[in-house]
Protein backbone atom coordinates (compact mmCIF):
# COMPACT_ATOMS: atom_id res chain seq x y z
CA UNK A 1 0.00 0.00 0.00
CA UNK A 2 0.67 3.46 -0.69
CA UNK A 3 3.27 3.17 -3.20
CA UNK A 4 1.77 5.31 -5.36
CA UNK A 5 2.76 3.92 -8.96
CA UNK A 6 1.40 4.66 -12.34
CA UNK A 7 -0.92 1.96 -13.61
CA UNK A 8 -2.85 1.39 -16.86
CA UNK A 9 -5.81 -0.70 -17.01
CA UNK A 10 -7.35 -2.49 -20.12
CA UNK A 11 -11.06 -4.27 -20.49
CA UNK A 12 -14.30 -3.25 -19.33
CA UNK A 13 -14.83 0.33 -17.83
CA UNK A 14 -18.22 1.64 -16.23
CA UNK A 15 -18.69 4.78 -15.27
CA UNK A 16 -21.67 7.76 -15.25
CA UNK A 17 -21.33 11.62 -16.67
CA UNK A 18 -25.09 11.93 -15.45
CA UNK A 19 -28.21 10.28 -14.09
CA UNK A 20 -28.84 8.96 -17.41
CA UNK A 21 -26.07 8.56 -19.08
CA UNK A 22 -23.76 5.00 -18.06
CA UNK A 23 -20.94 4.49 -20.41
CA UNK A 24 -19.65 1.46 -20.49
CA UNK A 25 -16.96 0.05 -22.93
CA UNK A 26 -13.70 -1.71 -23.53
CA UNK A 27 -10.83 0.52 -23.26
CA UNK A 28 -7.68 1.99 -21.08
CA UNK A 29 -7.83 3.93 -18.21
CA UNK A 30 -3.84 5.78 -17.51
CA UNK A 31 -3.95 6.93 -13.95
CA UNK A 32 -0.52 8.75 -12.85
CA UNK A 33 0.47 10.07 -9.36
CA UNK A 34 -3.31 9.16 -8.22
CA UNK A 35 -5.21 11.13 -11.34
CA UNK A 36 -6.73 9.92 -14.46
CA UNK A 37 -4.31 10.95 -17.78
CA UNK A 38 -5.86 9.47 -19.99
CA UNK A 39 -8.44 7.33 -21.55
CA UNK A 40 -9.34 5.72 -24.96
CA UNK A 41 -10.09 2.71 -26.97
CA UNK A 42 -8.64 -0.32 -26.84
CA UNK A 43 -6.64 0.15 -29.94
CA UNK A 44 -5.24 3.46 -29.09
CA UNK A 45 -3.94 1.53 -25.95
CA UNK A 46 -2.19 -1.30 -28.39
CA UNK A 47 -0.81 1.67 -30.34
CA UNK A 48 0.28 3.47 -27.30
CA UNK A 49 2.00 0.67 -25.76
CA UNK A 50 3.82 -0.28 -28.57
CA UNK A 51 5.10 3.48 -28.86
CA UNK A 52 6.09 2.78 -25.35
CA UNK A 53 4.04 5.26 -23.57
CA UNK A 54 3.33 3.04 -20.77
CA UNK A 55 6.86 1.79 -20.14
CA UNK A 56 7.05 2.93 -16.62
CA UNK A 57 3.67 1.94 -15.94
CA UNK A 58 2.20 -1.41 -14.34
CA UNK A 59 -0.60 -2.92 -17.11
CA UNK A 60 -3.50 -4.35 -15.64
CA UNK A 61 -5.35 -6.40 -17.77
CA UNK A 62 -8.62 -7.41 -16.74
CA UNK A 63 -10.18 -10.53 -17.92
CA UNK A 64 -13.48 -10.81 -20.15
CA UNK A 65 -15.29 -11.64 -16.50
CA UNK A 66 -14.09 -8.08 -15.05
CA UNK A 67 -14.56 -4.64 -14.99
CA UNK A 68 -13.52 -1.51 -13.58
CA UNK A 69 -16.33 1.16 -11.77
CA UNK A 70 -15.52 4.26 -9.88
CA UNK A 71 -16.11 3.56 -5.89
CA UNK A 72 -18.87 3.77 -4.00
CA UNK A 73 -19.50 7.29 -1.94
CA UNK A 74 -21.51 6.47 1.17
CA UNK A 75 -23.06 9.94 1.90
CA UNK A 76 -24.00 8.95 5.60
CA UNK A 77 -23.28 7.09 8.14
CA UNK A 78 -22.69 6.83 12.01
CA UNK A 79 -19.33 4.86 12.82
CA UNK A 80 -19.91 4.77 16.37
CA UNK A 81 -23.44 3.30 16.06
CA UNK A 82 -21.84 -0.39 14.20
CA UNK A 83 -21.56 -2.38 17.03
CA UNK A 84 -25.13 -2.30 17.39
CA UNK A 85 -25.41 -3.16 13.82
CA UNK A 86 -28.50 -5.20 13.73
CA UNK A 87 -30.42 -4.52 17.20
CA UNK A 88 -33.03 -2.60 18.70
CA UNK A 89 -34.65 -2.10 15.20
CA UNK A 90 -37.96 -2.97 16.61
CA UNK A 91 -38.51 0.67 17.78
CA UNK A 92 -39.28 3.77 16.13
CA UNK A 93 -36.49 6.66 15.73
CA UNK A 94 -37.27 8.76 19.10
CA UNK A 95 -37.05 5.18 21.15
CA UNK A 96 -34.26 3.56 19.31
CA UNK A 97 -32.02 6.34 20.42
CA UNK A 98 -32.92 7.00 23.96
CA UNK A 99 -32.86 3.17 24.14
CA UNK A 100 -29.85 2.38 22.19
CA UNK A 101 -28.01 4.48 20.53
CA UNK A 102 -27.18 7.58 22.84
CA UNK A 103 -25.21 4.50 25.62
CA UNK A 104 -23.55 3.12 22.91
CA UNK A 105 -22.27 6.23 21.59
CA UNK A 106 -21.32 7.60 25.33
CA UNK A 107 -18.82 4.98 25.53
CA UNK A 108 -16.50 6.93 22.91
CA UNK A 109 -14.78 8.91 25.42
CA UNK A 110 -12.85 6.00 25.94
CA UNK A 111 -10.84 6.43 23.23
CA UNK A 112 -9.03 3.03 23.49
CA UNK A 113 -12.32 1.80 22.61
CA UNK A 114 -12.84 4.46 19.79
CA UNK A 115 -9.89 3.51 18.19
CA UNK A 116 -10.53 -0.06 17.84
CA UNK A 117 -14.26 0.12 16.87
CA UNK A 118 -13.08 2.61 13.93
CA UNK A 119 -10.04 1.07 12.63
CA UNK A 120 -12.68 -1.74 11.76
CA UNK A 121 -15.03 0.08 10.53
CA UNK A 122 -13.06 1.66 8.13
CA UNK A 123 -11.69 -1.27 7.01
CA UNK A 124 -15.09 -3.00 6.50
CA UNK A 125 -16.46 0.02 4.49
CA UNK A 126 -13.38 -0.26 2.32
CA UNK A 127 -13.72 -4.05 1.61
CA UNK A 128 -17.07 -3.26 0.68
CA UNK A 129 -16.02 -0.90 -2.02
CA UNK A 130 -16.84 2.51 -0.17
CA UNK A 131 -13.81 4.72 -1.27
CA UNK A 132 -15.53 7.82 0.13
CA UNK A 133 -17.39 8.21 3.31
CA UNK A 134 -19.21 10.91 5.00
CA UNK A 135 -19.30 10.07 8.67
CA UNK A 136 -20.66 11.15 12.10
CA UNK A 137 -18.70 10.69 14.80
CA UNK A 138 -19.68 11.12 18.39
CA UNK A 139 -19.50 13.98 20.64
CA UNK A 140 -16.63 13.44 21.92
CA UNK A 141 -13.27 15.13 20.29
CA UNK A 142 -10.78 12.86 20.92
CA UNK A 143 -13.06 9.60 20.11
CA UNK A 144 -13.93 11.25 16.85
CA UNK A 145 -9.98 12.06 15.79
CA UNK A 146 -9.47 8.68 16.39
CA UNK A 147 -11.80 7.52 13.43
CA UNK A 148 -10.01 10.49 11.35
CA UNK A 149 -6.65 8.67 12.68
CA UNK A 150 -8.01 5.27 11.20
CA UNK A 151 -9.41 6.88 7.51
CA UNK A 152 -5.87 8.18 7.85
CA UNK A 153 -4.14 5.03 8.42
CA UNK A 154 -6.08 2.87 5.89
CA UNK A 155 -6.14 5.39 3.17
CA UNK A 156 -9.71 6.28 2.73
CA UNK A 157 -11.83 9.48 1.60
CA UNK A 158 -13.44 11.19 4.64
CA UNK A 159 -15.77 13.63 5.69
CA UNK A 160 -16.04 13.30 9.20
CA UNK A 161 -18.04 15.48 11.93
CA UNK A 162 -17.74 15.53 15.62
CA UNK A 163 -21.45 14.80 16.25
CA UNK A 164 -22.86 17.87 18.49
CA UNK A 165 -25.80 17.78 20.80
CA UNK A 166 -26.91 20.52 23.52
CA UNK A 167 -30.68 20.00 24.60
CA UNK A 168 -30.96 17.39 27.69
CA UNK A 169 -32.03 13.53 27.35
CA UNK A 170 -32.19 10.81 29.84
CA UNK A 171 -28.82 9.32 28.74
CA UNK A 172 -27.41 12.67 29.63
CA UNK A 173 -25.41 12.50 26.30
CA UNK A 174 -24.99 16.16 25.13
CA UNK A 175 -22.81 18.94 25.94
CA UNK A 176 -23.53 22.28 27.44
CA UNK A 177 -23.46 24.95 24.61
CA UNK A 178 -20.31 27.32 24.86
CA UNK A 179 -18.72 23.95 25.77
CA UNK A 180 -19.92 22.39 22.45
CA UNK A 181 -19.01 25.46 20.15
CA UNK A 182 -15.12 25.31 21.60
CA UNK A 183 -15.24 21.88 20.36
CA UNK A 184 -16.12 21.80 17.59
CA UNK A 185 -13.63 24.47 16.68
CA UNK A 186 -10.87 22.05 18.66
CA UNK A 187 -12.00 19.12 16.09
CA UNK A 188 -11.95 21.41 13.15
CA UNK A 189 -8.85 23.05 13.38
CA UNK A 190 -6.98 19.56 14.99
CA UNK A 191 -8.40 17.52 11.66
CA UNK A 192 -7.34 20.61 9.59
CA UNK A 193 -3.70 20.51 11.01
CA UNK A 194 -2.91 17.11 10.21
CA UNK A 195 -3.28 18.04 6.44
CA UNK A 196 -4.19 14.97 4.93
CA UNK A 197 -5.78 15.41 1.45
CA UNK A 198 -8.59 12.68 1.95
CA UNK A 199 -9.57 13.70 5.00
CA UNK A 200 -12.44 16.63 5.81
CA UNK A 201 -13.69 17.98 8.97
CA UNK A 202 -17.98 18.71 8.73
CA UNK A 203 -20.03 20.87 11.20
CA UNK A 204 -22.09 17.73 12.74
CA UNK A 205 -25.50 19.44 14.20
CA UNK A 206 -27.22 15.90 15.12
CA UNK A 207 -30.33 17.28 14.62
CA UNK A 208 -33.05 20.23 15.50
CA UNK A 209 -34.33 17.65 18.45
CA UNK A 210 -30.77 17.83 20.21
CA UNK A 211 -29.68 21.41 19.41
CA UNK A 212 -31.45 24.53 20.20
CA UNK A 213 -31.47 27.69 18.14
CA UNK A 214 -28.22 29.03 20.24
CA UNK A 215 -26.35 25.78 19.54
CA UNK A 216 -27.86 25.59 15.72
CA UNK A 217 -26.98 29.54 15.40
CA UNK A 218 -22.90 29.07 16.19
CA UNK A 219 -22.51 25.63 14.73
CA UNK A 220 -23.37 27.52 11.43
CA UNK A 221 -21.16 30.69 11.75
CA UNK A 222 -18.42 28.28 12.61
CA UNK A 223 -19.37 26.14 9.18
CA UNK A 224 -19.26 29.73 7.65
CA UNK A 225 -15.73 30.56 9.39
CA UNK A 226 -13.81 27.54 8.36
CA UNK A 227 -15.74 26.95 4.79
CA UNK A 228 -16.53 23.53 6.07
CA UNK A 229 -19.57 21.32 4.97
CA UNK A 230 -22.31 20.74 7.31
CA UNK A 231 -24.15 17.87 8.00
CA UNK A 232 -27.47 16.41 9.85
CA UNK A 233 -30.74 14.65 9.67
CA UNK A 234 -34.16 16.21 8.61
CA UNK A 235 -37.70 14.99 8.37
CA UNK A 236 -37.02 11.37 8.77
CA UNK A 237 -39.92 10.43 11.29
CA UNK A 238 -43.11 12.30 11.93
CA UNK A 239 -43.16 12.54 15.69
CA UNK A 240 -39.80 13.97 15.19
CA UNK A 241 -41.24 16.22 12.79
CA UNK A 242 -43.99 17.14 15.70
CA UNK A 243 -41.77 17.77 18.50
CA UNK A 244 -39.37 19.73 15.98
CA UNK A 245 -42.02 22.03 15.32
CA UNK A 246 -43.52 22.37 18.73
CA UNK A 247 -40.21 23.37 19.83
CA UNK A 248 -40.10 26.13 17.51
CA UNK A 249 -42.96 27.61 17.33
CA UNK A 250 -41.98 30.22 14.99
CA UNK A 251 -41.02 28.23 12.13
CA UNK A 252 -42.68 26.96 9.73
CA UNK A 253 -41.31 23.53 8.87
CA UNK A 254 -38.61 21.91 9.53
CA UNK A 255 -36.44 23.19 7.11
CA UNK A 256 -37.00 26.63 8.20
CA UNK A 257 -35.77 25.64 11.71
CA UNK A 258 -32.32 25.01 10.13
CA UNK A 259 -32.54 27.78 6.97
CA UNK A 260 -33.18 30.45 10.35
CA UNK A 261 -29.34 29.48 11.62
CA UNK A 262 -27.57 29.26 8.28
CA UNK A 263 -27.52 25.53 8.49
CA UNK A 264 -28.56 25.22 4.76
CA UNK A 265 -25.48 26.19 2.26
CA UNK A 266 -24.62 24.19 -0.80
CA UNK A 267 -22.15 22.71 1.23
CA UNK A 268 -24.91 20.49 3.23
CA UNK A 269 -26.20 17.44 3.06
CA UNK A 270 -29.11 16.33 4.73
CA UNK A 271 -30.23 12.74 5.16
CA UNK A 272 -33.33 10.96 5.36
CA UNK A 273 -35.82 13.57 3.99
CA UNK A 274 -38.64 11.35 3.57
CA UNK A 275 -41.78 13.52 4.65
CA UNK A 276 -40.61 16.95 3.25
CA UNK A 277 -43.54 19.49 2.29
CA UNK A 278 -43.64 20.79 -1.25
CA UNK A 279 -42.25 24.30 0.34
CA UNK A 280 -39.35 22.68 1.77
CA UNK A 281 -38.43 20.78 -1.36
CA UNK A 282 -38.15 24.06 -2.50
CA UNK A 283 -36.30 25.33 0.09
CA UNK A 284 -33.33 23.37 -0.13
CA UNK A 285 -33.06 23.62 -4.07
CA UNK A 286 -33.07 26.66 -3.58
CA UNK A 287 -30.15 26.63 -1.11
CA UNK A 288 -28.14 23.86 -3.10
CA UNK A 289 -28.58 21.42 0.06
CA UNK A 290 -28.00 17.69 -0.91
CA UNK A 291 -29.81 14.49 0.37
CA UNK A 292 -28.56 11.63 1.54
CA UNK A 293 -30.93 8.62 0.85
CA UNK A 294 -30.92 6.09 3.18
CA UNK A 295 -33.20 3.29 2.27
CA UNK A 296 -32.12 0.87 4.94
CA UNK A 297 -32.94 2.68 8.31
CA UNK A 298 -35.55 4.37 6.62
CA UNK A 299 -37.83 1.10 6.92
CA UNK A 300 -35.97 -0.49 9.49
CA UNK A 301 -37.24 2.16 11.78
CA UNK A 302 -40.77 2.48 10.05
CA UNK A 303 -39.73 5.76 9.15
CA UNK A 304 -41.24 5.95 5.80
CA UNK A 305 -40.81 5.29 2.04
CA UNK A 306 -38.40 8.28 0.92
CA UNK A 307 -39.63 9.49 -2.41
CA UNK A 308 -36.66 10.06 -3.80
CA UNK A 309 -37.70 10.43 -7.58
CA UNK A 310 -39.69 13.75 -6.25
CA UNK A 311 -36.70 15.23 -4.48
CA UNK A 312 -34.57 14.39 -7.76
CA UNK A 313 -37.40 16.06 -9.49
CA UNK A 314 -36.92 19.25 -7.69
CA UNK A 315 -33.11 19.33 -8.48
CA UNK A 316 -32.25 18.41 -5.31
CA UNK A 317 -28.49 16.69 -5.49
CA UNK A 318 -28.97 13.26 -3.96
CA UNK A 319 -26.43 10.67 -3.05
CA UNK A 320 -27.46 7.23 -0.93
CA UNK A 321 -26.46 6.32 2.55
CA UNK A 322 -26.22 2.94 4.36
CA UNK A 323 -26.78 5.11 7.73
CA UNK A 324 -25.83 2.65 9.97
CA UNK A 325 -26.64 1.49 12.67
CA UNK A 326 -30.36 2.57 11.85
CA UNK A 327 -29.60 0.84 8.68
CA UNK A 328 -28.15 -2.62 8.76
CA UNK A 329 -25.86 -2.77 6.06
CA UNK A 330 -22.90 -1.03 5.81
CA UNK A 331 -22.49 -2.06 1.76
CA UNK A 332 -23.59 0.70 -1.02
CA UNK A 333 -24.83 -1.88 -3.13
CA UNK A 334 -27.28 -3.13 -0.80
CA UNK A 335 -28.46 0.36 -0.60
CA UNK A 336 -28.48 1.03 -4.32
CA UNK A 337 -30.89 -2.05 -4.56
CA UNK A 338 -33.01 -0.84 -1.58
CA UNK A 339 -33.25 2.56 -3.75
CA UNK A 340 -34.68 0.74 -6.26
CA UNK A 341 -36.99 -1.55 -3.97
CA UNK A 342 -38.28 1.78 -2.25
CA UNK A 343 -39.47 3.43 -5.22
CA UNK A 344 -40.53 0.46 -7.06
CA UNK A 345 -42.93 0.47 -4.41
CA UNK A 346 -43.86 3.59 -4.55
CA UNK A 347 -44.20 3.01 -8.27
CA UNK A 348 -46.43 0.15 -7.32
CA UNK A 349 -48.51 2.24 -5.30
CA UNK A 350 -49.71 4.34 -8.50
CA UNK A 351 -46.93 6.88 -8.42
CA UNK A 352 -46.39 6.75 -12.07
CA UNK A 353 -42.93 6.14 -13.87
CA UNK A 354 -41.50 6.66 -10.09
CA UNK A 355 -39.24 3.66 -9.36
CA UNK A 356 -35.77 4.22 -10.06
CA UNK A 357 -33.93 1.59 -12.54
CA UNK A 358 -30.33 0.15 -11.77
CA UNK A 359 -28.12 2.39 -13.83
CA UNK A 360 -29.73 5.96 -12.10
CA UNK A 361 -29.08 3.93 -8.42
CA UNK A 362 -25.74 3.24 -9.98
CA UNK A 363 -25.33 7.23 -10.29
CA UNK A 364 -26.67 7.70 -6.91
CA UNK A 365 -23.98 5.36 -5.24
CA UNK A 366 -21.13 6.92 -7.48
CA UNK A 367 -21.30 10.40 -9.50
CA UNK A 368 -24.39 11.91 -7.55
CA UNK A 369 -22.75 10.85 -4.24
CA UNK A 370 -19.41 12.74 -5.63
CA UNK A 371 -21.83 15.58 -5.84
CA UNK A 372 -23.72 15.29 -3.13
CA UNK A 373 -20.70 15.90 -0.90
CA UNK A 374 -19.37 18.57 -3.34
CA UNK A 375 -16.52 16.15 -4.55
CA UNK A 376 -17.40 15.75 -7.85
CA UNK A 377 -14.59 17.71 -9.09
CA UNK A 378 -12.68 15.19 -7.68
CA UNK A 379 -13.93 11.83 -7.91
CA UNK A 380 -17.32 10.23 -9.00
CA UNK A 381 -16.52 9.06 -12.36
CA UNK A 382 -13.64 8.82 -14.38
CA UNK A 383 -12.99 12.02 -16.51
CA UNK A 384 -9.62 12.95 -17.22
CA UNK A 385 -7.74 15.38 -14.13
CA UNK A 386 -10.01 13.39 -11.50
CA UNK A 387 -8.37 11.45 -8.67
CA UNK A 388 -8.64 7.52 -9.29
CA UNK A 389 -10.73 5.74 -6.89
CA UNK A 390 -11.59 2.64 -8.11
CA UNK A 391 -13.29 -0.59 -7.91
CA UNK A 392 -11.92 -3.83 -9.75
CA UNK A 393 -15.01 -6.15 -10.17
CA UNK A 394 -14.78 -9.70 -10.73
CA UNK A 395 -18.36 -11.17 -11.79
CA UNK A 396 -17.34 -14.63 -10.96
CA UNK A 397 -14.94 -14.10 -8.26
CA UNK A 398 -13.74 -17.59 -6.26
CA UNK A 399 -16.78 -17.80 -3.58
CA UNK A 400 -18.93 -15.27 -4.63
CA UNK A 401 -22.73 -15.36 -5.24
CA UNK A 402 -23.15 -15.49 -9.10
CA UNK A 403 -22.33 -18.73 -11.20
CA UNK A 404 -20.91 -18.49 -14.65
CA UNK A 405 -23.28 -20.36 -17.03
CA UNK A 406 -20.53 -20.33 -20.35
CA UNK A 407 -22.10 -18.45 -23.07
CA UNK A 408 -24.98 -17.54 -21.88
CA UNK A 409 -24.60 -13.56 -21.58
CA UNK A 410 -25.20 -11.60 -24.63
CA UNK A 411 -22.88 -11.69 -27.29
CA UNK A 412 -22.31 -8.17 -28.81
CA UNK A 413 -19.51 -6.78 -26.37
CA UNK A 414 -21.53 -3.85 -25.67
CA UNK A 415 -24.45 -5.71 -24.40
CA UNK A 416 -22.26 -8.20 -22.60
CA UNK A 417 -20.25 -5.52 -20.70
CA UNK A 418 -24.01 -4.40 -19.17
CA UNK A 419 -25.03 -8.02 -18.21
CA UNK A 420 -22.03 -8.18 -16.17
CA UNK A 421 -22.13 -4.70 -14.43
CA UNK A 422 -26.25 -5.80 -14.12
CA UNK A 423 -25.60 -9.14 -12.80
CA UNK A 424 -23.03 -7.35 -10.12
CA UNK A 425 -25.40 -4.38 -8.98
CA UNK A 426 -28.32 -7.07 -8.18
CA UNK A 427 -26.16 -10.10 -7.18
CA UNK A 428 -22.78 -9.09 -6.15
CA UNK A 429 -21.00 -9.04 -3.22
CA UNK A 430 -17.69 -7.38 -1.67
CA UNK A 431 -15.87 -10.96 -2.47
CA UNK A 432 -16.20 -9.50 -6.29
CA UNK A 433 -14.77 -6.44 -5.30
CA UNK A 434 -11.29 -8.16 -5.48
CA UNK A 435 -9.46 -4.39 -5.55
CA UNK A 436 -10.69 -1.14 -4.66
CA UNK A 437 -8.23 1.46 -5.36
CA UNK A 438 -8.50 5.12 -3.73
CA UNK A 439 -6.43 8.21 -5.40
CA UNK A 440 -4.68 5.91 -7.11
CA UNK A 441 -3.61 3.44 -3.97
CA UNK A 442 -4.43 -0.04 -3.47
CA UNK A 443 -6.57 -0.22 -0.57
CA UNK A 444 -7.65 -4.20 -1.04
CA UNK A 445 -6.22 -6.52 -3.22
CA UNK A 446 -8.05 -9.92 -2.94
CA UNK A 447 -6.67 -10.94 -6.33
N1 LIG B 1 -31.53 11.38 13.90
C1 LIG B 1 -30.73 11.89 14.85
N2 LIG B 1 -29.74 11.05 15.16
C2 LIG B 1 -29.89 9.98 14.36
C3 LIG B 1 -29.17 8.77 14.21
O1 LIG B 1 -28.16 8.50 14.87
N3 LIG B 1 -29.64 7.90 13.28
C4 LIG B 1 -30.75 8.16 12.52
N4 LIG B 1 -31.16 7.27 11.62
N5 LIG B 1 -31.44 9.29 12.66
C5 LIG B 1 -31.02 10.19 13.57
FE1 LIG C 1 -28.25 9.02 10.49
Redesign the pocket.
Given at each position: MKDNKNIVFTGIIASSSSLNNLEINSGYIAVKDGKITKRGSTEEFDRLEKSGEFSTFEIVKLSPDQFIIPGFVDCHT?AP?FPNIGLGLDRP?LE??AKY?FHLEKKYSDTEFAAKVYDQVVQRLLKNGTTTACY?GSLHVEGTLELVKSAIKHHQRALIGKVSMNKENFAEYYNETKKELEEVETFIKQVISYQNELVEPVVTP??A??CDKELMDGLGSIAKKYDCRIQS?IS??TS?IDYVLETNPKCKSYGHVYDESGILTNKCIM??AVHLTEDELTLLSSKGVSVAH?PA?NTR?K?GLCPVREIINANITVGLGT?V???DNASILDAIRRTMDISTCLEMRGNDKYALDWKEAFYLATLGGAKALNLDHKIGNFDIGKEFDALLVDVYAKGGQIDKFEGTLQSNPDEYALDLLQKFIFVGDDRNIVQVYVKGEKVKDAL
Open positions: HQLWLTFRFVSHENEAHCSLSDSGG
